[in-house]
């Protein structure tokens, strides 16, 4: 279905390299920008429905500028691919991958939207999609490791940053954001 890459290290060893390379193709495509795009529209159908002005600033500065600061960095520093063709969705410059940059955007905001007892497994969560949209960008040699490293540092740190200037995530409810945890309350 798919052929192997071109002068790929694996050939002629068993066909496990095959499996492997499909399976990569079928992550990348589903990791496209249409399934990034419909997670935030999705997102942010849910935060406008509950009037979240701060959380839908997030999503929409956050993922904006994440895409944007990736694309910038492809055009400034650019980088060639390990490979001339790699299989699947791949263009023009490789650094930083723009699929773990839009991936580690997503998850980072998510987790930070999730109510606080859930932000650790929606981390978690979303730390285990973003590793595994990267290694597929790995096996299928359209990134080196730290272009996809560098996109996920950049998808996350810039909305992180966003967050914290939006003053997100809010404490729980109850509960002061610089009570100490020795704090007694009587």
Same mark, same amino acid.
């Not at 996109?151 to 810039?158: N, R, S, V, Y």
């Given at each position: 279905?798919?052929?192997?890459?071109?002068?790929?290290?694996? !050939?002629?060893?068993?066909?496990?390299?095959?499996?492997?390379?499909?399976?990569?193709? !079928? @992550?990348?495509?589903?990791?496209?920008?249409?399934?990034?795009?419909?997670?935030? @529209?999705? @997102?942010?159908?849910?935060?406008?429905?509950?009037?979240?002005?701060?959380?839908?600033?997030?999503?929409?500065?956050?993922?904006?500028?994440?895409?944007?600061? =990736?694309?910038?960095?492809? %055009?400034?520093?650019?980088?060639?691919?390990?490979?001339?063709?790699?299989?699947?969705?791949?263009?023009?410059?490789?650094?930083?991958?723009?699929?773990?940059?839009?991936?580690?955007?997503?998850?980072?905001?998510?987790? !930070?939207? =999730?109510?606080?007892?859930?932000? @650790?497994?929606?981390?978690?969560?979303?730390?285990?999609?973003?590793?595994?949209?990267?290694?597929? %960008?790995?096996?299928?040699?359209?990134?080196?490791? %730290?272009?996809?490293?560098?996109?996920?540092?950049?998808?996350?740190?810039?909305?992180?940053?966003?967050?914290?200037?939006?003053?997100?995530?809010?404490?729980?409810?109850?509960?002061?954001?610089?009570?100490?945890?020795?704090?007694?309350?009587?």
């Amino acid at each position: 279905m798919f052929p192997p890459v071109v002068g790929s290290p694996c !050939i002629g060893t068993g066909g496990s390299h095959l499996r492997r390379e499909r399976a990569a193709l !079928i @992550v990348s495509r589903a990791a496209d920008t249409p399934a990034n795009a419909a997670v935030a @529209v999705a @997102v942010a159908a849910a935060l406008l429905a509950r009037r979240r002005g701060r959380e839908l600033a997030l999503l929409a500065l956050g993922l904006g500028g994440a895409g944007a600061l =990736a694309g910038a960095l492809k %055009r400034l520093v650019g980088g060639e691919r390990p490979v001339a063709r790699p299989p699947g969705p791949a263009r023009g410059a490789a650094f930083p991958s723009a699929h773990a940059s839009g991936w580690a955007a997503h998850a980072a905001a998510l987790a !930070i939207l =999730a109510p606080p007892r859930l932000r @650790v497994p929606v981390a978690a969560t979303g730390a285990a999609l973003v590793g595994v949209v990267a290694a597929s %960008r790995v096996v299928l040699r359209a990134h080196a490791v %730290r272009d996809v490293v560098a996109g996920a540092a950049l998808g996350a740190g810039w909305v992180w940053l966003v967050a914290r200037r939006l003053g997100l995530p809010a404490p729980p409810q109850g509960r002061s954001s610089v009570e100490s945890p020795n704090s007694c309350h009587r």
